[in-house]
C-alpha cells in the first residue's frame, strides 16, 4: 500500500522553535485539535516541547507556527513528528517561510511613562467584565506583594503554590505567572531596573524547575518561554502599549477577549509586573 | 491564430507563465498571451502575427503551431490556464467584491475595524478594533499606472513599497514630498527588495529576526549583507528598500533619510546598514549629515571604487555589534571523476575554501596558460556592478537591467538569457555568475543552471558562482550549493570572494 | 518619526503582480488583494496630472463635506415664475444644453406640452413649427438651481418645490409630480395630461402652500434618512417617503384647505413618486453646496436631456461633459419592449449624485428587480458605488449594510481608474412623443462624459 501523497504548506514560526525544527526529526503526537489550530507535544528535552500549530485568525501564542491555509482535521493522539526542517502532521509538511521575534525588544521606556500607565491599567482592568480566574486567592495576593518587596523567598514561595492552579488548558495561574514574568523582564530592561530583572531570572527558575510534572504540558511550554520573555501577540501589544508605542486601551481589550480567563489572567500578571517593577525602582534609587 | 478578448485583465507575471507553459507545448512554434500593451503589440508583430485592431485593456492571444492538431490542444490549455486565474483571483474574497484600488481596500479594512467585534468566533482573538488595519501597502501594477496606486496608501499615511518600474522621476518626487507630509514611506519606485517583521516583500530572503536594520537603494546589495549577516548568526529586524533612484540628485535621498530616521526610532533597531551606489554628492553631505544626528550607529556601504565591498560592509556590521566575522562559507568545485563530499557535512567553510588555496583545483593549472577573459553573467545589478569593481576586469553583463527585461521575467525567475550567454562562453574563458535565492527567485535555479555549468566546465570554462542565500531560503542553502559544485563550479556565499576568486582564475590578480 | 510597521505584525494591502502576493501567504502575511486593472483607455496621462495637484485631497475634502453635510428643507411651493428667472417664452428642461433638432421624443412632447399650457400655440402642429423655428429659449435646468425628472420641462406657470439648505444657505427647485401613466415629464401633451396640469397650478400647488406655512420648513434629511430605512432608494422607489412627507402634511393641509384636502391628500397619497421631487430638489441644494471648489474632482450633477448624457464637476464651474446617452436596460411595462424605449433622459440622476437611487439600491430589497433580479445584486451595486466615491453618508445609511452609509460623492478621478461607471436607477420613457412611460431599469452613463472632464480638471491643473 501506498502512503498517501504529502501536501506541503509553508507558514511562519515563532524563533523560540528554531532549535526544535532544526535539530534532527523527533516524534510527537498530537495533544490537543481546534478548528483554528492543533497542540503536538515533542519527545524532546528542549523547550518549547509543545508546539502550536495555528491559523492567522488564532491567538499567535510564542510557540506557534502560523500557517495560512486551513489546518486539516486531525484526531487527539495521532503521530506527527518535528525536526529536519519541517512539522509533520499526518500528510501535512510545513514549513517555516518566515521567523517572528516572539520576544521583541521594547527598547528605553521611561519610567514615569510605565507610572502613569500603571492607573490606566488598573482602571481598564477593574471595568472590563472579564474577570481573572483566581479573584480573591490568597496566594495570588501574596505574589504582588512579595514581588513589589523583592522578597525572593514570599515571591517564589506564593509563585509555587500558583504552578497549575485552576482548570483548562492553561489554568489561571500559569497565565499569572506567565505575565509577571514577561512584564518583569520587558519593563524591567526597559525601564533599567536590574532588581526587576534579577526577580524574573529566580522566579522563572523557580516555576519553570518542575513545571511538566506541576502542570499541563502546554502551559509548562508557555512558562517556558514566559521565563525567556516570549510572550504572545496580544500580551507584547499591551507591553508597547504600556511603553507609550501604541493604544494601550486597544492592546487591552484585545487581550482580555483572550479565553475564558486566560486574557484577564495574563493582563493581572502584567499589572503585578508592572507595579513590581516601579516599587523595585524606588527601592534602587533608595540603594544608591 | 490570433484572438483578443476584451473585457479580461491579467497582471503581466502571471501571463508570462501563461506564455511559457504553452510555448513549451509540442508542436507549439510560438505563443505569446499578454495585454495588448503597445509594447506587447510590437512583440507580437517582431514575432509575425498579424494583429486586429486592439489596446491595453485587452487581452492579446497569439498562437502558432505546426498543425491543427497542436494548436487545438494549445487553445485548450490556453482556455485551462486562463480559467485558472480567473478562480484564483475571484477565489481571494469570500464575499465576492475584492476591491478595484487600494485606496477601497484601505477603506474596507478601515470599515471592519470600525465595526469591531462582529466575528462570530468567540475564541479568537480578531476583530477587535484596529486588528485588521493594513500596516503597508505593497504595488506592482504597470509603472505608468503605480503612482494612483502609491498614492492612496501616502495619502492614508500608510508605508508603499512600489515594486513596479518605469515610474516618471517627478511622480517618485511628489510621492516622496507627500509622504513627508502624511508620515508615510515611500520604498522604490523599482524597489525589489524589503524585508518587514521578517516579511520578505517582492525578491527577499528568509531571515533571522534580529538587531539590524537595512535601508538599501539597492536591492541584490541588501540581500547580500542581509544573508551574510543571517550566515554569521546576526538577525535583520528589517530591510527598507527605497529604489535605485532616491539618492540621485533630483530625489535627494527623501526616502533614505526617512528610513534612517524610522530606524533611530525603532527600539529593537541596535545598528543600521545604508546600502546604495555612490550618491551624488550634495545627497552623500546630506546623507552623513543625518546620519551624524543619529542615536543608533550607521555602517554605510556606498559601493564605488575606494569604498567597502558588500562583504566588507557585513563585516563591519558585525564588528559593531561586538561579533566576530566568521570566515564566509564555500563550497568549492567537485573535480570530474571526484565524488562530491555530502551535503551532511556542511559547506566548506574552513580547510578547503577555494578562495583561501587558489593554487588548488582545476582552476590553477588553467590560469598556469596566461590571460583568460573574465565573463560576468549576473541577475543583481549591485552584486554585477561590486564584482565588476573587486574583479577588476573583464566583461559584465547584468541581465536585470531594464533593456533585458522589457516583455519577459527577470532573469531571477527565468533563466533563460543567461543560459544562452554560459552557452555561448568560448572554452578557456572564466564565468563568474550570481545565484540569488530566497522569496520570488526560481524555486530550484541550480536545477536549470547546473547543466549548463557541466557543460560550461565540460569545455574548459572555469566557472565561478557568488550564492546568495540565507539557511532558511525556501531553495535550501546548502543544496544548491552541492549541485552547482557538483556540476564544476566554485561556489562562494560572498560575491566579493567569488569576484576575487575568479579575477585569479582568469590570472588578473 | 516612527513607523507602526516595524512593530506589530505585518498586514499588507497588494496591488498587481499576483506571485508577490503569493510570496506573502505562503509566509502567512495576511492580505487584502486589490482586484486592479488598467485605467480607461486614453486616461493614464491625464490621471497622472490631476493626481498631482496639490489641490485635490482638499478640495475634494471639503466640497464633500459640504455636499454630505447640506440640511436639505422644503421651505416653499410657490409657481416657477415668482422664483425662477423665466420670462415669457422661456423654458427650463432636463440635461445638458439641448436643441429642438436634436430633442428626442418625449423631449419635444413635453416643449409642446408647455407650449399648450401657456398658451403660446394652438396646436400641436403650431407648438411643434414655432418651437422649431426657434420662438422659444430652452435652458438647462440645472443653470436655475433646478431639477425637473425625466423631461425635466418647467414653465412659468408651473408650481414648484423650494428647498433650502439650512446649512450653507442654497435654495433648490423642482417642479410637482403629476403621477404616472401620461404626463409631460414623459412626453405626454394630451388634454388630460395639460388638465392635470392646470388643476395642479389651481389645486395642488396652492394647497401645498398654505400647508408648508401653518408647518413651517420639513426637514427632507430627516426624513430621506428615515425613507432609506423603510425600503426607498429614493429614484425609483419612493413609496416610504411619500408616505411620511403625506403624514407631515396632512393635518396643517386640512386645517388650511379643508374644501380641497381630501382631493389633494387622495392625488399624493394615489401617487407613489409624489416625494421624487422634493426629494430630487433636497439633492440638487446638497450637489449645489459642493459646487465651485478649485481642484475638486468631485462630480455635482449627473443629468440627461433624452440625447446626451452629461455631468458637472465641482472644480469646473458649470460647464458640461457630455457623451451620448444609452438606453435603459429594464423591465417594460405591458407589452412595450427595448424598441419602444427612449435613450436615458431627466435630471433626476441628480439622486445618485448627491448618494441615493442606484447608490443606495441595498436599502431597497423590494425593487430589486431592475438590478438583475437578486438581493445580492443589490447590495453588489451599491457596493461596488463606494469604489468611486469620495464618502460614505453621515445621515443616510443602510441598515442591511450594517448602517453603513450610502456610497457618495462620485470622484472623476476614481472613474477613470476602476471603469466602473455610475449606477442609476430610472423609469424609460417611450421614444414616440405622447407615450409615456414605457418601463423603468438601470442605465449607464457613458464613460466619454467622465474622461472629457478628467481632461478639462487635467488642464486646469496649475502649471509647476
Given at each position: 500500500?501506498?502512503?498517501?501523497?504529502?501536501?506541503?504548506?509553508?507558514?511562519?514560526?515563532?524563533?523560540?522553535?528554531?532549535?526544535?525544527?532544526?535539530?534532527?526529526?523527533?516524534?510527537?503526537?498530537?495533544?490537543?485539535?481546534?478548528?483554528?489550530?492543533?497542540?503536538?507535544?515533542?519527545?524532546?528535552?528542549?523547550?518549547?516541547?509543545?508546539?502550536?500549530?495555528?491559523?492567522?485568525?488564532?491567538?499567535?501564542?510564542?510557540?506557534?507556527?502560523?500557517?495560512?491555509?486551513?489546518?486539516?482535521?486531525?484526531?487527539?493522539?495521532?503521530?506527527?513528528?518535528?525536526?529536519?526542517?519541517?512539522?509533520?502532521?499526518?500528510?501535512?509538511?510545513?514549513?517555516?517561510?518566515?521567523?517572528?521575534?516572539?520576544?521583541?525588544?521594547?527598547?528605553?521606556?521611561?519610567?514615569?511613562?510605565?507610572?502613569?500607565?500603571?492607573?490606566?491599567?488598573?482602571?481598564?482592568?477593574?471595568?472590563?467584565?472579564?474577570?481573572?480566574?483566581?479573584?480573591?486567592?490568597?496566594?495570588?495576593?501574596?505574589?504582588?506583594?512579595?514581588?513589589?518587596?523583592?522578597?525572593?523567598?514570599?515571591?517564589?514561595?506564593?509563585?509555587?503554590?500558583?504552578?497549575?492552579?485552576?482548570?483548562?488548558?492553561?489554568?489561571?495561574?500559569?497565565?499569572?505567572?506567565?505575565?509577571?514574568?514577561?512584564?518583569?523582564?520587558?519593563?524591567?530592561?526597559?525601564?533599567?531596573?536590574?532588581?526587576?530583572?534579577?526577580?524574573?531570572?529566580?522566579?522563572?527558575?523557580?516555576?519553570?524547575?518542575?513545571?511538566?510534572?506541576?502542570?499541563?504540558?502546554?502551559?509548562?511550554?508557555?512558562?517556558?518561554?514566559?521565563?525567556?520573555?516570549?510572550?504572545?501577540?496580544?500580551?507584547?501589544?499591551?507591553?508597547?502599549?504600556?511603553?507609550?508605542?501604541?493604544?494601550?486601551?486597544?492592546?487591552?481589550?484585545?487581550?482580555?477577549?483572550?479565553?475564558?480567563?486566560?486574557?484577564?489572567?495574563?493582563?493581572?500578571?502584567?499589572?503585578?509586573?508592572?507595579?513590581?517593577?516601579?516599587?523595585?525602582?524606588?527601592?534602587?534609587?533608595?540603594?544608591? | 491564430?490570433?484572438?483578443?478578448?476584451?473585457?479580461?485583465?491579467?497582471?503581466?507575471?502571471?501571463?508570462?507563465?501563461?506564455?511559457?507553459?504553452?510555448?513549451?507545448?509540442?508542436?507549439?512554434?510560438?505563443?505569446?498571451?499578454?495585454?495588448?500593451?503597445?509594447?506587447?503589440?510590437?512583440?507580437?508583430?517582431?514575432?509575425?502575427?498579424?494583429?486586429?485592431?486592439?489596446?491595453?485593456?485587452?487581452?492579446?492571444?497569439?498562437?502558432?503551431?505546426?498543425?491543427?492538431?497542436?494548436?487545438?490542444?494549445?487553445?485548450?490549455?490556453?482556455?485551462?490556464?486562463?480559467?485558472?486565474?480567473?478562480?484564483?483571483?475571484?477565489?481571494?474574497?469570500?464575499?465576492g467584491h475584492p476591491p478595484r484600488t487600494v485606496r477601497a481596500a484601505l477603506r474596507e479594512a478601515a470599515g471592519t475595524a470600525g465595526n469591531g467585534g462582529t466575528t462570530a468566533n468567540g475564541g479568537t482573538a480578531a476583530g477587535a478594533a484596529g486588528e485588521g488595519d493594513a500596516t503597508l501597502v505593497l504595488v506592482s501594477v504597470p509603472g505608468?499606472?503605480?503612482?494612483?496606486?502609491?498614492?492612496?496608501?501616502?495619502?492614508?499615511?500608510?508605508?508603499?513599497?512600489?515594486?513596479?518600474?518605469?515610474?516618471?522621476?517627478?511622480?517618485?518626487?511628489?510621492?516622496?514630498?507627500?509622504?513627508?507630509?502624511?508620515?508615510?514611506?515611500?520604498?522604490?519606485?523599482?524597489?525589489?527588495?524589503?524585508?518587514?517583521?521578517?516579511?520578505?516583500?517582492?525578491?527577499?530572503?528568509?531571515?533571522?529576526?534580529?538587531?539590524?536594520?537595512?535601508?538599501?537603494?539597492?536591492?541584490?546589495?541588501?540581500?547580500?549583507?542581509?544573508?551574510?549577516?543571517?550566515?554569521?548568526?546576526?538577525?535583520?529586524?528589517?530591510?527598507?528598500?527605497?529604489?535605485?533612484?532616491?539618492?540621485?540628485?533630483?530625489?535627494?535621498?527623501?526616502?533614505?533619510?526617512?528610513?534612517?530616521?524610522?530606524?533611530?526610532?525603532?527600539?529593537?533597531?541596535?545598528?543600521?546598514?545604508?546600502?546604495?551606489?555612490?550618491?551624488?554628492?550634495?545627497?552623500?553631505r546630506a546623507v552623513r549629515e543625518a546620519v551624524e544626528k543619529l542615536a543608533t550607529p550607521v555602517v554605510t556601504a556606498f559601493l564605488g571604487p575606494g569604498e567597502d565591498d558588500l562583504t566588507a560592509a557585513a563585516e563591519s556590521a558585525l564588528r559593531a555589534l561586538g561579533a566576530e566575522p566568521p570566515a564566509w562559507p564555500s563550497w568549492p568545485?567537485?573535480?570530474?571523476?571526484?565524488?562530491?563530499?555530502?551535503?551532511?557535512?556542511?559547506?566548506?567553510?574552513?580547510?578547503?575554501?577555494?578562495?583561501?588555496?587558489?593554487?588548488?583545483?582545476?582552476?590553477?593549472?588553467?590560469?598556469?596558460?596566461?590571460?583568460?577573459?573574465?565573463?560576468?553573467?549576473?541577475?543583481?545589478?549591485?552584486?554585477?556592478?561590486?564584482?565588476?569593481?573587486?574583479?577588476?576586469?573583464?566583461?559584465?553583463?547584468?541581465?536585470?537591467?531594464?533593456?533585458?527585461?522589457?516583455?519577459?521575467?527577470?532573469?531571477?525567475?527565468?533563466?533563460?538569457?543567461?543560459?544562452?550567454?554560459?552557452?555561448?562562453?568560448?572554452?578557456?574563458?572564466?564565468?563568474?555568475?550570481?545565484?540569488?535565492?530566497?522569496?520570488?527567485?526560481?524555486?530550484?535555479?541550480?536545477?536549470?543552471?547546473?547543466?549548463?555549468?557541466?557543460?560550461?566546465?565540460?569545455?574548459?570554462?572555469?566557472?565561478?558562482?557568488?550564492?546568495?542565500?540565507?539557511?532558511?531560503?525556501?531553495?535550501?542553502?546548502?543544496?544548491?550549493?552541492?549541485?552547482?559544485?557538483?556540476?564544476?563550479?566554485?561556489?562562494?556565499?560572498?560575491?566579493?570572494?567569488?569576484?576575487?576568486?575568479?579575477?585569479?582564475?582568469?590570472?588578473?590578480? | 518619526?516612527?513607523?507602526?510597521?516595524?512593530?506589530?505584525?505585518?498586514?499588507?494591502?497588494?496591488?498587481?503582480?499576483?506571485?508577490?502576493?503569493?510570496?506573502?501567504?505562503?509566509?502567512?502575511?495576511?492580505?487584502?488583494?486589490?482586484?486592479?486593472?488598467?485605467?480607461?483607455?486614453?486616461?493614464?496621462?491625464?490621471?497622472?496630472?490631476?493626481?498631482?495637484?496639490?489641490?485635490?485631497?482638499?478640495?475634494?475634502?471639503?466640497?464633500?463635506?459640504?455636499?454630505?453635510?447640506?440640511?436639505?428643507?422644503?421651505?416653499?411651493?410657490?409657481?416657477?415664475?415668482?422664483?425662477?428667472?423665466?420670462?415669457?417664452?422661456?423654458?427650463?428642461?432636463?440635461?445638458?444644453?439641448?436643441?429642438?433638432?436634436?430633442?428626442?421624443?418625449?423631449?419635444?412632447?413635453?416643449?409642446?406640452?408647455?407650449?399648450?399650457?401657456?398658451?403660446?400655440?394652438?396646436?400641436?402642429?403650431?407648438?411643434?413649427?414655432?418651437?422649431?423655428?426657434?420662438?422659444?429659449?430652452?435652458?438647462?435646468?440645472?443653470?436655475?438651481?433646478?431639477?425637473?425628472?425625466?423631461?425635466?420641462?418647467?414653465?412659468?406657470?408651473?408650481?414648484?418645490?423650494?428647498?433650502?439648505?439650512?446649512?450653507?444657505?442654497?435654495?433648490?427647485?423642482?417642479?410637482?409630480?403629476?403621477?404616472?401613466?401620461?404626463?409631460?415629464?414623459?412626453?405626454?401633451?394630451?388634454?388630460?395630461?395639460?388638465?392635470?396640469?392646470?388643476?395642479?397650478?389651481?389645486?395642488?400647488?396652492?394647497?401645498?402652500?398654505?400647508?408648508?406655512?401653518?408647518?413651517?420648513?420639513?426637514?427632507?434629511?430627516?426624513?430621506?434618512?428615515?425613507?432609506?430605512?423603510?425600503?426607498?432608494?429614493?429614484?425609483?422607489?419612493?413609496?416610504?417617503?411619500?408616505?411620511?412627507?403625506?403624514?407631515?402634511?396632512?393635518?396643517?393641509?386640512?386645517?388650511?384647505a379643508p374644501r380641497h384636502a381630501a382631493e389633494v391628500l387622495r392625488f399624493a397619497g394615489g401617487n407613489d413618486h409624489f416625494f421624487l421631487n422634493p426629494g430630487m430638489a433636497a439633492c440638487k441644494v446638497s450637489a449645489d453646496a459642493a459646487r465651485d471648489v478649485p481642484g475638486s474632482t468631485l462630480v455635482v450633477a449627473m443629468a440627461r436631456?433624452?440625447?446626451?448624457?452629461?455631468?458637472?464637476?465641482?472644480?469646473?464651474?458649470?460647464?458640461?461633459?457630455?457623451?451620448?446617452?444609452?438606453?435603459?436596460?429594464?423591465?417594460?411595462?405591458?407589452?412595450?419592449?427595448?424598441?419602444?424605449?427612449?435613450?436615458?433622459?431627466?435630471?433626476?440622476?441628480?439622486?445618485?449624485?448627491?448618494?441615493?437611487?442606484?447608490?443606495?439600491?441595498?436599502?431597497?430589497?423590494?425593487?430589486?428587480?431592475?438590478?438583475?433580479?437578486?438581493?445580492?445584486?443589490?447590495?453588489?451595486?451599491?457596493?461596488?458605488?463606494?469604489?468611486?466615491?469620495?464618502?460614505?453618508?453621515?445621515?443616510?445609511?443602510?441598515?442591511?449594510?450594517?448602517?453603513?452609509?450610502?456610497?457618495?460623492?462620485?470622484?472623476?478621478?476614481?472613474?477613470?481608474?476602476?471603469?466602473?461607471?455610475?449606477?442609476?436607477?430610472?423609469?424609460?420613457?417611450?421614444?414616440?412623443?405622447?407615450?409615456?412611460?414605457?418601463?423603468?431599469?438601470?442605465?449607464?452613463?457613458?464613460?466619454?462624459?467622465?474622461?472629457?472632464?478628467?481632461?478639462?480638471?487635467?488642464?486646469?491643473?496649475?502649471?509647476?
Amino acid at each position: 500500500m501506498r502512503a498517501p501523497a504529502r501536501t506541503h504548506a509553508t507558514g511562519a514560526a515563532s524563533t523560540a522553535l528554531r532549535r526544535t525544527l532544526e535539530s534532527s526529526r523527533r516524534p510527537a503526537r498530537v495533544l490537543a485539535a481546534f478548528p483554528s489550530g492543533v497542540y503536538l507535544e515533542v519527545r524532546s528535552d528542549l523547550e518549547p516541547h509543545v508546539i502550536a500549530v495555528v491559523t492567522g485568525e488564532a491567538t499567535r501564542l510564542p510557540n506557534a507556527m502560523v500557517v495560512g491555509d486551513p489546518i486539516p482535521r486531525v484526531s487527539v493522539g495521532a503521530d506527527a513528528s518535528v525536526g529536519d526542517g519541517a512539522i509533520e502532521i499526518g500528510s501535512l509538511s510545513l514549513r517555516a517561510h518566515r521567523w517572528w521575534d516572539p520576544a521583541p525588544p521594547l527598547g528605553p521606556v521611561d519610567p514615569v511613562r510605565l507610572a502613569q500607565a500603571l492607573p490606566v491599567m488598573t482602571e481598564l482592568c477593574d471595568r472590563s467584565p472579564k474577570r481573572p480566574g483566581l479573584e480573591g486567592n490568597g496566594a495570588a495576593g501574596l505574589l504582588a506583594e512579595g514581588c513589589s518587596e523583592a522578597s525572593l523567598l514570599r515571591g517564589i514561595m506564593a509563585a509555587e503554590q500558583l504552578v497549575g492552579l485552576g482548570p483548562g488548558l492553561t489554568p489561571s495561574g500559569d497565565d499569572m505567572l506567565a505575565g509577571l514574568l514577561v512584564a518583569l523582564r520587558h519593563l524591567g530592561t526597559a525601564a533599567g531596573v536590574g532588581r526587576a530583572v534579577w526577580l524574573a531570572d529566580w522566579l522563572a527558575a523557580a516555576v519553570t524547575f518542575d513545571a511538566r510534572g506541576r502542570t499541563t504540558p502546554i502551559s509548562a511550554t508557555l512558562l517556558h518561554c514566559a521565563a525567556r520573555g516570549e510572550a504572545s501577540g496580544e500580551v507584547l501589544a499591551v507591553l508597547r502599549g504600556l511603553a507609550g508605542r501604541q493604544s494601550l486601551e486597544s492592546a487591552l481589550h484585545r487581550l482580555l477577549q483572550l479565553g475564558h480567563t486566560s486574557g484577564a489572567d495574563l493582563a493581572w500578571g502584567l499589572r503585578i509586573g508592572l507595579s513590581s517593577v516601579l516599587d523595585l525602582r524606588e527601592g534602587d534609587r533608595r540603594d544608591r | 491564430m490570433v484572438q483578443v478578448r476584451t473585457g479580461t485583465y491579467h497582471d503581466s507575471v502571471s501571463l508570462m507563465r501563461v506564455s511559457q507553459a504553452l510555448s513549451g507545448l509540442p508542436g507549439v512554434e510560438a505563443a505569446m498571451v499578454a495585454m495588448a500593451t503597445e509594447l506587447n503589440r510590437g512583440i507580437a508583430a517582431e514575432l509575425g502575427f498579424a494583429l486586429p485592431a486592439c489596446g491595453p485593456a485587452d487581452l492579446l492571444v497569439a498562437l502558432r503551431a505546426d498543425d491543427g492538431t497542436a494548436a487545438a490542444r494549445a487553445a485548450a490549455e490556453l482556455d485551462r490556464l486562463l480559467s485558472g486565474l480567473a478562480v484564483r483571483t475571484a477565489g481571494r474574497d469570500a464575499a465576492g467584491h475584492p476591491p478595484r484600488t487600494v485606496r477601497a481596500a484601505l477603506r474596507e479594512a478601515a470599515g471592519t475595524a470600525g465595526n469591531g467585534g462582529t466575528t462570530a468566533n468567540g475564541g479568537t482573538a480578531a476583530g477587535a478594533a484596529g486588528e485588521g488595519d493594513a500596516t503597508l501597502v505593497l504595488v506592482s501594477v504597470p509603472g505608468p499606472h503605480a503612482f494612483a496606486e502609491a498614492l492612496d496608501a501616502v495619502e492614508a499615511g500608510l508605508p508603499v513599497m512600489i515594486f513596479s518600474d518605469n515610474v516618471p522621476v517627478e511622480q517618485e518626487v511628489l510621492l516622496k514630498r507627500r509622504a513627508e507630509e502624511t508620515g508615510a514611506l515611500v520604498m522604490g519606485p523599482d524597489c525589489g527588495t524589503a524585508v518587514i517583521g521578517g516579511a520578505g516583500l517582492g525578491f527577499a530572503n528568509v531571515l533571522r529576526p534580529g538587531p539590524v536594520g537595512i535601508v538599501a537603494a539597492s536591492g541584490t546589495g541588501a540581500q547580500q549583507v542581509a544573508c551574510l549577516l543571517d550566515l554569521a548568526g546576526v538577525g535583520v529586524g528589517h530591510i527598507l528598500g527605497v529604489g535605485g533612484r532616491d539618492l540621485s540628485a533630483e530625489v535627494g535621498g527623501l526616502s533614505t533619510l526617512r528610513a534612517l530616521e524610522a530606524f533611530d526610532a525603532d527600539p529593537a533597531t541596535e545598528l543600521i546598514v545604508l546600502i546604495s551606489k555612490p550618491p551624488a554628492p550634495e545627497v552623500a553631505r546630506a546623507v552623513r549629515e543625518a546620519v551624524e544626528k543619529l542615536a543608533t550607529p550607521v555602517v554605510t556601504a556606498f559601493l564605488g571604487p575606494g569604498e567597502d565591498d558588500l562583504t566588507a560592509a557585513a563585516e563591519s556590521a558585525l564588528r559593531a555589534l561586538g561579533a566576530e566575522p566568521p570566515a564566509w562559507p564555500s563550497w568549492p568545485a567537485v573535480s570530474p571523476g571526484e565524488e562530491p563530499s555530502g551535503g551532511e557535512g556542511g559547506p566548506g567553510t574552513g580547510a578547503a575554501a577555494p578562495g583561501e588555496a587558489p593554487e588548488a583545483g582545476i582552476g590553477s593549472s588553467r590560469a598556469a596558460a596566461g590571460r583568460r577573459t573574465l565573463r560576468g553573467i549576473y541577475s543583481g545589478g549591485t552584486l554585477c556592478a561590486e564584482a565588476r569593481l573587486v574583479a577588476g576586469t573583464g566583461e559584465f553583463t547584468d541581465y536585470g537591467d531594464d533593456g533585458y527585461t522589457r516583455g519577459r521575467a527577470h532573469p531571477m525567475i527565468d533563466p533563460a538569457l543567461r543560459l544562452e550567454a554560459l552557452a555561448a562562453v568560448p572554452s578557456g574563458d572564466v564565468v563568474l555568475l550570481d545565484v540569488v535565492l530566497g522569496h520570488g527567485a526560481d524555486p530550484d535555479p541550480a536545477a536549470r543552471l547546473a547543466p549548463a555549468v557541466a557543460a560550461a566546465v565540460a569545455r574548459g570554462v572555469s566557472v565561478v558562482a557568488a550564492l546568495v542565500g540565507s539557511e532558511g531560503d525556501p531553495q535550501g542553502l546548502a543544496a544548491q550549493a552541492q549541485a552547482l559544485r557538483a556540476a564544476g563550479a566554485d561556489v562562494f556565499a560572498s560575491n566579493a570572494r567569488a569576484a576575487r576568486h575568479a579575477a585569479r582564475l582568469a590570472g588578473a590578480r | 518619526m516612527t513607523l507602526p510597521m516595524l512593530s506589530g505584525e505585518p498586514r499588507v494591502i497588494t496591488a498587481g503582480t499576483e506571485v508577490l502576493g503569493e510570496a506573502l501567504d505562503a509566509q502567512a502575511v495576511p492580505r487584502v488583494t486589490v482586484d486592479w486593472r488598467p485605467p480607461l483607455p486614453g486616461t493614464a496621462g491625464d490621471l497622472a496630472r490631476v493626481l498631482a495637484d496639490p489641490r485635490r485631497a482638499a478640495a475634494n475634502a471639503r466640497a464633500v463635506d459640504r455636499l454630505t453635510s447640506a440640511r436639505p428643507q422644503l421651505a416653499a411651493v410657490r409657481p416657477a415664475h415668482e422664483v425662477l428667472d423665466l420670462p415669457p417664452g422661456a423654458f427650463l428642461h432636463a440635461g445638458p444644453p439641448i436643441t429642438w433638432e436634436r430633442a428626442s421624443g418625449p423631449m419635444r412632447g413635453a416643449l409642446i406640452g408647455a407650449m399648450l399650457l401657456e398658451g403660446l400655440a394652438g396646436d400641436e402642429e403650431e407648438a411643434a413649427a414655432r418651437l422649431a423655428a426657434g420662438a422659444v429659449r430652452l435652458e438647462p435646468c440645472h443653470r436655475h438651481r433646478t431639477v425637473g425628472p425625466m423631461a425635466g420641462v418647467v414653465s412659468r406657470s408651473m408650481w414648484m418645490f423650494e428647498v433650502r439648505d439650512a446649512e450653507h444657505g442654497g435654495t433648490a427647485y423642482c417642479s410637482l409630480n403629476e403621477g404616472l401613466g401620461k404626463v409631460l415629464r414623459y412626453g405626454a401633451y394630451g388634454p388630460e395630461v395639460i388638465g392635470r396640469l392646470r388643476w395642479m397650478g389651481e389645486v395642488l400647488g396652492p394647497v401645498l402652500r398654505a400647508a408648508l406655512e401653518l408647518t413651517g420648513p420639513l426637514d427632507l434629511r430627516a426624513l430621506i434618512a428615515q425613507a432609506l430605512q423603510m425600503g426607498d432608494e429614493l429614484h425609483n422607489r419612493n413609496r416610504a417617503a411619500t408616505s411620511l412627507l403625506v403624514r407631515e402634511l396632512a393635518p396643517a393641509m386640512v386645517e388650511a384647505a379643508p374644501r380641497h384636502a381630501a382631493e389633494v391628500l387622495r392625488f399624493a397619497g394615489g401617487n407613489d413618486h409624489f416625494f421624487l421631487n422634493p426629494g430630487m430638489a433636497a439633492c440638487k441644494v446638497s450637489a449645489d453646496a459642493a459646487r465651485d471648489v478649485p481642484g475638486s474632482t468631485l462630480v455635482v450633477a449627473m443629468a440627461r436631456n433624452g440625447t446626451d448624457f452629461g455631468v458637472q464637476v465641482s472644480g469646473l464651474g458649470d460647464r458640461w461633459f457630455t457623451g451620448p446617452a444609452g438606453v435603459p436596460d429594464g423591465l417594460y411595462l405591458g407589452a412595450y419592449g427595448p424598441a419602444d424605449a427612449n435613450p436615458d433622459i431627466g435630471d433626476s440622476t441628480i439622486t445618485e449624485t448627491a448618494g441615493l437611487g442606484g447608490f443606495a439600491m441595498a436599502a431597497a430589497p423590494a425593487i430589486v428587480r431592475f438590478v438583475g433580479g437578486d438581493v445580492s445584486d443589490a447590495v453588489a451595486a451599491t457596493r461596488s458605488m463606494y469604489e468611486i466615491t469620495l464618502a460614505e453618508h453621515p445621515a443616510y445609511q443602510i441598515p442591511g449594510l450594517g448602517f453603513r452609509g450610502t456610497p457618495v460623492g462620485v470622484d472623476v478621478t476614481l472613474v477613470a481608474r476602476t471603469g466602473l461607471l455610475p449606477t442609476v436607477n430610472t423609469g424609460i420613457a417611450g421614444r414616440v412623443a405622447g407615450t409615456g412611460q414605457v418601463g423603468a431599469g438601470l442605465v449607464s452613463p457613458p464613460a466619454s462624459a467622465f474622461t472629457a472632464a478628467l481632461a478639462a480638471l487635467a488642464e486646469a491643473v496649475p502649471a509647476g
